[in-house]
């Protein structure tokens, strides 16, 4: 099953309106530079994705997700280092090319073509499934605090028991729980992510401390600089809110690695763990975990619905990967480009059932966020 043909179409498919932030609020969310400015200066949904067709000679065609922002000459590169390989014979835990952000987008093209020429659905590659539905959060970022309980009721109305919220040192976060826990009741959860912009112990044990008391906060990922582990070993015996490490393979450029699970581990950094990366990146990262006993869930860059679908079928093969996942672009960007979008209900995605990542790409959509050229290799 040679590659004969791969179809790379740009895409930017916009946020929903009120889906990202209040009203005035102008806080991006990328955390990299792109295009020379500098990390947390572009919003997310402005970047452009890669939609990734791969061809074969045997008329099965596989289909990948890029990262945002990644440029059109590095990922022509990957794919013509592609053409005329045989996806059978190649080690897919370790395919012939750069890792990190231009890695997993073709990795999922490439294992959504072998799952499809075997008559499996994706996880079948993984070993099986655990479960067939997938508890999620629901989300958003930096609110006003009636804003925040307003976007908390409307995930309990929908049946989610969890919302995540993407904070920094000016987010009311105390008052935001509090107030969630008052509209929504005490087992109805927080997840809060600053993205290591809490910056220090000082800081975020105060604010940890006033979270515990309000008792609604399922963990708090990232509060501190993430390259020192044994600050948060630190923040752990000072606190009584679980603390997550976000170990994040596309974030090679920033340090982020696998082994940062081990060193975690050894040096007792964290509570739980959010994975995100490639398919068998990541499913090296939770078998660690699940040895260590250790919770986990799945991460993402708020993405369309080909590699969210990648992620359902991880999700699936993980033991103790039992935390709500990060599996809601869906519900943040105007489409995902799906035919059939991934069946979200009370919280949970449901697994696909069909052979390989048992989705179809909506050409019509496709089209409608193309932007840029399309390019052939073949």
């Known amino acids: 099953m040679k590659v004969a043909r791969i179809v790379l179409t740009q895409v930017v498919v916009p946020a929903r309106p009120d889906s990202i932030a209040s009203p005035g609020v102008d806080r991006p969310l990328h955390m990299l530079s792109h295009e020379g400015r500098k990390g947390w200066t572009v919003q997310f949904d402005c970047m452009p994705k890669f939609v990734i067709e791969l061809h074969t000679d045997s008329e099965v065609v596989g289909l990948g ?43 999922c093209a490439i294992l959504d073509a072998v799952a499809h020429h075997h008559g499996t659905p994706l996880h079948g590659l993984l070993g099986g499934v655990y479960r067939q539905e997938i508890r999620c959060s629901y989300w958003s970022s930096h609110r006003t605090t009636d804003d925040a309980v307003q976007k908390a009721e409307a995930a309990r109305e929908a049946g989610f028991d969890s919302i995540k919220f993407k904070c920094d040192l000016s987010d009311p976060v105390v008052d935001w729980c509090s107030r969630i826990r008052d509209a929504c009741g005490p087992d109805f959860h927080v997840v809060l992510d600053p993205n290591g912009r809490w910056e220090s112990i000082a800081e975020a044990q105060r604010r940890a401390a006033a979270l515990a008391e309000i008792g609604n906060v399922l963990c708090i990922e990232d509060p501190l600089p993430r390259w020192n582990l044994e600050e948060y070993r630190v923040l752990r015996q000072k606190v009584t809110v679980p603390v997550a490490l976000h170990v994040a393979l596309p974030y090679a450029e920033m340090g982020q690695a696998k082994q940062d699970v081990i060193r975690a581990i050894r040096t007792g950094a964290c509570d739980y763990f959010n994975f995100n990366g490639g398919i068998f990146g990541v499913r090296r990262m ?10 986990y869930w799945h991460g993402s860059e708020l993405d369309l619905g080909i590699l969210e679908a990648s992620y359902v079928h991880k ?47 909506d050409r019509e959509a496709l089209a409608r966020y193309r932007v840029g050229e399309e390019k052939v290799i073949e």
């Open 65 to 107: 997700e890029s990262y945002r922002g990644l440029p059109m000459p590095q990922m022509m590169a990957v794919a013509q280092q592609l053409i005329g390989r045989d996806l059978l014979q190649l080690n897919w835990q370790d395919l012939p090319f750069g890792p990190a952000r231009l890695y997993d987008g073709f990795e």
């Open 315 to 361: 999700c699936a093969s993980f033991e103790h990967g039992t935390l709500p996942a990060d599996i809601f672009g869906r519900l943040v960007r105007e489409h995902d480009l799906l035919q059939e979008p991934l069946v979200i209900r009370d919280g949970c995605v449901r697994v696909p059932s069909g052979p390989g990542l048992g989705v179809e790409l």
């Open 286 to 295: 939770a078998t660690v975990a699940d040895l260590a006993g250790i919770r």
